[in-house]
């Protein structure tokens, strides 16, 4: 079982930053992928990056602005987002996969925490 605990939320003006935190405790290994997914409001819940075997994937939306990276020494994934967007308002979710399997769809992570929600206003 793995408990992921999202932080780092917040209201910001467009083109500031953020960095969010997700604590993850229980079993993982360093190659499970790691990662962030957003939901804003009407849409489907989407990928914004992932982290597996010191290798990290984000998408196109979010390229050259946001960095995913992973200390698991410290058993935390992180998100720092720059240059935010109003079209990045969303819940962003942390999620992990317990396999050693690589995946980039919701579908794909069986651990989810509770959300944090980015707020940007223009």
């Known amino acids: 079982q793995v408990q992921l605990v999202e932080s780092g939320g917040g209201l910001v003006q467009a083109g500031g930053s953020l960095r969010l935190s997700c604590a993850v405790s229980?079993?993982?290994?360093?190659?499970?992928?790691q990662g962030w997914f957003r939901q804003a409001p009407g849409k489907e819940r989407e990928l914004v990056g992932i982290t597996w075997n010191r290798s990290t994937h984000v998408a196109d939306s979010v390229k050259g602005r946001f960095t995913i990276s992973r200390d698991d020494a410290k058993n935390t994934v992180y998100l720092q987002m720059n240059s935010l967007k109003p079209e990045d308002t969303a819940v962003y979710y942390c999620?992990?996969?317990?396999?050693?399997?690589?995946?980039?769809?919701?579908?794909?992570?069986?651990?989810w925490g509770q959300g944090t929600q980015v707020t940007v206003t223009s």
């Open positions: 999620a992990a996969r317990a396999e050693c399997k690589l995946g980039f769809r919701s579908a794909d992570f069986g651990s």
């Open positions: 229980g079993r993982t290994f360093s190659c499970s992928p």
